[in-house]
């Protein structure tokens, strides 16, 4: 073998090598394999639904609060996450408070309501938003959707789950299910005909019940990670999950994983 030829092999190897520790790299042990390579320009603030000067932005970290060094101290996928902050406070109208959502209005519009099975997200929950609003100051995942049900004219509803409160602080929870934890409601008209609305809240079985009424399939408008108008709040949230994707929220991007 010549000298060249030696050394065209030798690369070779090399890049394969290189290839599979990239490959191990980017695989998370849990809930998810490797990212598929596909991502998406459609996920930011949704203006029209941002009030105040609130901050969602991708980031790295956060870390885990000192003295935190097991698994937990750092975000459940990658290197990054969304960061969300929102005041109580901070503006004239009433009420006074913020309110965000980080989301996308192009990649899930005319998906069906009821073809949702899997739903849910991490979160870094710290003692201060505790103490700023109680165990359940905590994001939402809010759909923007098409209720169509039989006894409401209605044409638009918020569908949003309420998170059960985390175990613990300063670092990142493990996965909270949004379809068998916490509970949803819907806005306006489709949650006073459904009977899951602020007041009376429903677990994701009952929602899904009520939504089926015998009208048209409900269908998807919009998807966000959101919060308030409540509690002030700051932190962040990872891996939303929905159905079989994994949104992975890095601070270049959102990546798309595939759930195992």
């Keep these: 073998m010549s000298v060249n030829a ?7 190897v090399a890049l394969g090598v290189t290839a599979l520790i990239a ?8 809930s998810a394999s490797a990212v598929t390579g596909g991502s998406s320009d459609h996920w ?3 203006t029209r639904n941002t009030i105040g000067s609130p901050v969602a932005a991708l980031r790295n970290g956060p870390f885990g609060s000192f003295g935190v060094t097991d698994a937990s101290a750092r975000p459940p996928y990658g290197r990054g996450s969304l960061g969300i902050e929102v005041a109580d406070g901070s503006t004239t109208l009433s ?4 309110k965000v959502d980080f989301g996308n209005e192009v990649d899930f ?4 309501v009821l ?21 359940g100051n905590l994001p939402n995942i809010r759909f923007e959707i098409k209720p169509n049900l ?10 949003v789950w309420v998170p059960d409160a985390p175990a613990m602080t300063g670092r990142w929870s493990p996965y909270l299910d949004a379809a068998t934890s916490g509970k949803w409601f819907l806005t306006g008209n489709a949650g006073s005909v459904t009977g899951c609305n602020q007041t009376t809240m429903c677990d ?11 009208g048209a399939k409900p269908t998807i408008y919009t998807v966000a990670v959101g919060k308030g108008r409540d509690h002030t709040w700051v932190g962040a949230v990872d891996g939303l999950r929905i159905n079989k994707t994994i949104y992975d929220f890095e601070a270049d991007g959102v990546k798309t994983r595939r759930a195992a």
């Design 95 to 98: 009420p006074p408070s913020e």
């Design 6 to 12: 030696r050394f065209v092999a030798k690369r070779k």
């Design 150 to 159: 039989s006894a409401s004219t209605s044409t638009y509803s918020s569908l």
């Design 109 to 112: 519009y005319g998906d069906s």
């Design 23 to 30: 490959i191990a790299a980017s695989a998370v042990p849990g």
């Design 44 to 46: 930011g603030v949704i």
């Design 204 to 214: 994701f079985a009952h929602l899904k019940t009520a939504l089926n009424d015998g």
């Design 115 to 135: 073809g949702l099975n899997q739903v849910g997200f991490h979160v870094f929950q710290t003692d201060e938003n505790v103490s700023y609003g109680g165990p």
